[in-house]
């Protein structure tokens, strides 16, 4: 089964680049219609081939259909069929890697060379389609990146040895390859190919071109935080408010910085690059869906104080200069939903700032249905406008209150100006089976049918701020007991109106005190408001039990104990009472914890232990340097440790692939103690690595650095 699902999870990591197949056999054909650059013959799309592939596939066959794909791969080299070779390509990295384990490694070979035997558009295509599978391959792998040193000196046709600086190297560069012949790219409109495009939620006029989809690509990943893993001490920092610039002033911009490899730095380039090629067009929606992103990624990366009210600022410039065209419906529905996020941060008393975000929110949202209500800006902002104005209250009452006084209960609404409540007997009984799932409608309507004990409705000050608000209010004095509190926001209660809360309650005047020892309970049972014991209360132990008859576990009375004088009683270990509640009586009065009780029988282990506690000289090594150890063996038996004195032992040192170096046999003296030495090893792969024996162990680091060296001086 686990391999079956690291087999899915990997059919899934390639399904992006099928999606860039189509495309890409498309464009090829493209260049016959539009005529740009120089003719390319007409390539036979084996149809009948791949209808049997799929099927193949279809049926669960996936070694034969990628026998099937290797002899497409064939005919379409033999050919020079170039949309169909990269088709196969893509179909063998897809099935190789559900067949075969380790097989990216290979299809990243197949994808280099191809690479470099393609030629325009496809290669552009096929960089950016590698550049993916090597991020897909650190993502299934960052186990073993997360550990491993610069590597020098290595294999670099061999992935398995890169570093993590050699892989992203590696992805940036392909992703800014895949943009090369920028103006070429221009030329290839996409919807050219519509009739075979796999459709997503990104409308054909954000992306008109295959640059636009190959330059969104590259700044989908260089806007990815994880691929800033590996940056310079003179990292490139989004810093000032020129960024925030509107759209000229923005393109002209200039970044100086050492590090020029910076994601941050290529996805700011690849921006201006986007906004010069839009800058002119007539419908400015794929503009705006750039500048959109823009200052999205400059809120989530500028380090400058006042970057929220910067991006704020530059939406509403961004709509007031398109704000007669639908376009710019995408930009107030931007500002709604900054105002929306920054509401969340209103938290009285201790902030009290944004109290009315939720409401400016409300009234953009209001703006985009109306104005421009056939975009998809408005489905967006018709959600935020229901999530916005949804109701909820929430109400909380202590666990247990004292018998004929009024006690205090707290509500949570928002949207809400009056609630309606009702105080009912709690009809469950929890020594039958309390923990029967029912489903939550019908448990209420069980409830609505239970005699109403008393009923009264709470006015609550609604300030249509969209805020949530808390207040508490006064709870009538109740009889020894159980209760369940409704609140619902109709009088007549209805489940599907406005939703019903429940809030549970016991009324007693028991309270208990309870310590867990070695192999029993003890509770003192006492008065709640006195604090005196209540001498011959009774405890009824019920004990969490599965039943087979009803396939469901239940709580069952499996004991009973009277406390004594004092108040106190003691439940003792068994194999009934593992996992328990217990129910107080004294008299009328009846109180069930609402804590389980965990209680095991503890036998002694009659097991000698062994144990060695290891120390070092240091923790971190030089390659070469003397590793200086001590070790004190100790063992029990159910009682106190005791040394091992005169005993034999072996130390071995183990490398970071668990493969032993040295060993030493010792003996330990009449303190149990044992000492070593070993050299730290060279000409391995250096990291973490392990002394221990067959009683315990310890682990150093081998590194190569560098001590630090300081002066002080005083005056």
Not at 264 to 291: G, W, Y
Not at 570 to 586: C, G, K, L, P, T
Not at 690 to 711: A, C, D, M, Q, W
């Amino acid at each position: 089964m686990k391999k079956q699902l690291s087999a899915i999870q990997k059919l899934y990591a390639v399904s992006a680049i099928t999606t860039l197949l189509l495309i890409s056999i498309t464009i090829l054909f493209g260049f016959q219609v539009k005529n740009q650059i120089p003719q390319m013959k007409e390539y036979d799309t084996y149809e009948k081939l791949w209808n049997e592939v799929d099927t193949l596939e279809a049926q669960g066959l996936t070694k034969t259909a990628l026998v099937k794909t290797n002899a497409i791969y064939t005919l379409a080299k033999k050919s020079d069929n170039s949309p169909q070779i990269v088709k196969s390509l893509i179909y063998q990295v897809k099935y190789k890697q559900i067949l075969e384990e380790g097989d990216l490694e290979k299809a990243l070979s197949v994808f280099e060379a191809e690479i470099g035997a393609s030629k325009f558009p496809e290669k552009n295509i096929l960089q950016s389609a590698a550049a993916e599978l090597y991020w897909s391959y650190y993502q299934q792998n960052r186990w073993r990146f997360s550990d491993r040193t610069h590597t020098l000196n290595f294999n670099q046709k061999d992935i398995s040895t890169w570093d993590l600086r050699k892989l992203i190297e590696r992805v940036t560069a392909l992703y800014t390859e895949s943009l090369t012949n920028s103006d070429s790219l221009q030329q290839l409109p996409v919807d050219l190919f519509s009739s075979i495009l796999i459709k997503g939620n990104t409308p054909e006029s954000l992306r008109p071109t295959l640059y636009d989809f190959l330059a969104h690509r590259a700044l989908d990943y260089f806007m990815n935080d994880e691929a800033y893993i590996t940056q310079p001490s003179y990292k490139f920092n989004i810093t000032g408010e020129k960024v925030f610039a509107p759209t000229k002033e923005f393109i002209n911009l200039r970044f100086e910085t050492r590090d020029t490899a910076s994601g941050k730095l290529l996805a700011l380039k690849i921006l201006q690059d986007l906004m010069q090629f839009h800058i002119r067009d007539t419908a400015p929606d794929a503009l705006i869906d750039v500048e959109l992103k823009r200052f999205q990624f400059l809120k989530n990366n500028s380090i400058h104080d006042l970057k929220d009210s910067l991006y704020l600022n530059a939406l509403l410039e961004l709509e007031t200069a398109h704000i007669r065209d639908s376009a710019s419906a995408s930009v107030s529905y931007a500002i709604a939903q900054f105002y929306f996020d920054r509401s969340l941060d209103y938290a009285p008393p201790l902030i009290n700032d944004h109290q009315w975000d939720k409401k400016h929110s409300l009234e953009y949202c209001d703006k985009v249905i109306t104005q421009f209500p056939a975009t998809h800006a408005a489905v967006n902002c018709k959600a935020l406008k229901q999530l916005i104005e949804a109701k909820s209250f929430l109400l909380s009452v202590e666990q247990i209150n004292t018998p004929k006084q009024p006690f205090r209960g707290l509500i949570e609404y928002r949207n809400v100006d009056q609630l309606f409540l009702r105080i009912i007997k709690d009809p469950d009984s929890l020594s039958i089976d309390i923990l029967h799932t029912e489903d939550e409608e019908k448990k209420y309507e069980r409830y609505l049918r239970q005699p109403i004990l008393q009923q009264w409705s709470q006015t609550l000050v609604d300030l249509h701020d969209f805020q949530q608000h808390g207040v508490e209010i006064k709870m009538p004095a109740l009889p020894i007991g159980r209760y369940i509190i409704l609140g619902s926001s109709n009088e007549d209660f209805s489940i599907s109106g406005g939703g019903i809360i429940k809030a549970g309650t016991t009324i007693s005047n028991i309270s208990y005190i309870s310590k867990r020892n070695k192999n029993h309970y003890s509770f003192y049972v006492i008065d709640r408001e006195s604090g005196k014991p209540l001498p011959s209360a009774k405890a009824r132990i019920l004990s969490q039990l599965y039943e087979s008859s009803a396939r469901n576990y239940q709580l069952k009375e499996t004991g009973r104990y009277t406390a004594d004088e004092n108040g106190y009683l003691e439940v003792a270990a068994s194999a009934s009472n593992q996992n328990f509640r217990v129910e107080f009586i004294d008299g009328e009065d009846e109180l069930i914890a609402d804590d389980y009780f965990y209680l095991f029988p503890q036998e002694k282990n009659a097991e000698k232990i062994i144990r060695t506690i290891f120390f070092t000289d240091r923790a971190i090594f030089r390659p070469g340097q003397t590793i200086y150890y001590k070790g004190i063996m100790i063992h029990s038996k159910g009682a106190p440790n005791e040394l091992m004195t005169k005993f034999s032992t072996t130390v071995e040192l183990y490398d970071v692939n668990g493969q032993k170096i040295q060993s030493q046999n010792l003996i330990t003296n009449d303190y149990g103690s044992f000492t070593g030495s070993f050299t730290a090893p060279s000409n391995v792969l250096n990291g973490e690595m392990t002394i221990r024996n067959n009683y315990g162990s310890t682990t150093i680091s081998v590194e190569e650095y560098k001590r630090p060296r300081f002066e002080v001086l005083f005056d």
